[in-house]
Nanobody, 119 residues
Framework: QVQLVESGGGLVQPGGSLSLSCVAS????????MSWYRQTPGKERELIAA????????NYADSVKARFTISRDNAKNTVYLQMNSLQPEDTAIYYC????????????WGQGTQVTVSS
């Protein structure tokens, strides 16, 4: 059974930082590209950061570029999202995603963690 468990969300003031973690189990983690998405009520889930299976390639949405950093530790089956200079518009539920292609696409989601940026 595949599980992705996010943690690290919470309430932070504007300009502050948070670090999210997503621990994966039940899958060959090093074979999966990992991503972070976020979603606010009434809006579609937005891809904000992605990292390749070996960690050599990363990609960011323009809205978070230069403020957020995605990284992974394949030995710990964990992907991270370091978020700096947080703004109220970063308030959302943040989801971890794992994706790989083997004959067909396999994709899994975590349950999400709430990030609230407010003074």
């Amino acid at each position: 059974q595949v599980q992705l468990v996010e943690s690290g969300g919470g309430l932070v003031q504007p300009g502050g930082s948070l670090s999210l973690s997503c621990v994966a189990s039940g899958l060959a983690f090093s074979r999966y590209a990992m991503s972070w998405y976020r979603q606010t009520p009434g809006k579609e889930r937005e891809l904000i950061a992605a990292i390749s299976d070996a960690g050599s390639l990363t990609n960011y949405a323009d809205s978070v570029k230069a403020r957020f950093t995605i990284s992974r530790d394949n030995a710990k089956n964990t992907v991270y999202l370091q978020m700096n200079s947080l703004q109220p518009e970063d308030t959302a539920i943040y989801y971890c995603n794992a994706k790989t292609y083997a004959v067909r696409w396999f994709t899994y989601w975590g349950q999400g963690t709430q990030v609230t940026v407010s003074s």
